[in-house]
C-alpha cells in the first residue's frame, strides 16, 4: 500500500505530533512497510484457527468468596493515632498548613 506524505501529516496531525520534512520521509517509509506486512498477514489462509480472545488457557485465580468474622469495630480503631467518637481523626490539609505557617 501507498502512503503519502499527506496520509502522514494527517495521520502526525491527529497524534499531535509535529515533524519536519525528514522525519515526515522517515514515517511514510515506516508506515509502507508496516502496511506492507500487514498484508502479508491478511493473505494467510485462518479459516481452520478457530477464533480466540487469549492463547493462554483461562483459569480462576480467585479464592472462593465465603463469608468470614470481620475486624471488630474496637480492633479497627485499635492503632489509631486520633479518633473522634467511633472514627479516625484524620487532619484536614488546611489545618496541615495552618500549622507549618505557624512554625
Known amino acids: ?22 522525519e515526515l ?11 506492507s506486512h500487514f498484508s502479508r498477514i491478511s493473505a494467510l489462509d485462518t479459516s481452520l484457527i478457530p477464533p480466540t480472545t487469549s492463547v493462554l488457557p ?22 489509631a493515632p486520633e479518633r473522634e467518637g467511633g472514627f479516625f481523626r484524620i487532619r484536614t490539609f488546611l489545618e496541615e498548613q495552618g500549622d507549618e505557617e505557624t512554625k
Open 25 to 35: 520521509l522517515a514515517m511514510r517509509g515506516e508506515m509502507e512497510a508496516l502496511l
Open 58 to 79: 483461562l483459569a480462576n485465580v480467585l479464592r472462593e468468596d465465603t463469608p468470614h468474622m470481620s475486624l471488630s469495630h474496637e480492633d479497627a480503631l485499635a492503632n
Open 1 to 22: 500500500m501507498i502512503v503519502t506524505l499527506e496520509d502522514v501529516r494527517h495521520i502526525a496531525r491527529l497524534a499531535r505530533l509535529a515533524f519536519d520534512e525528514e
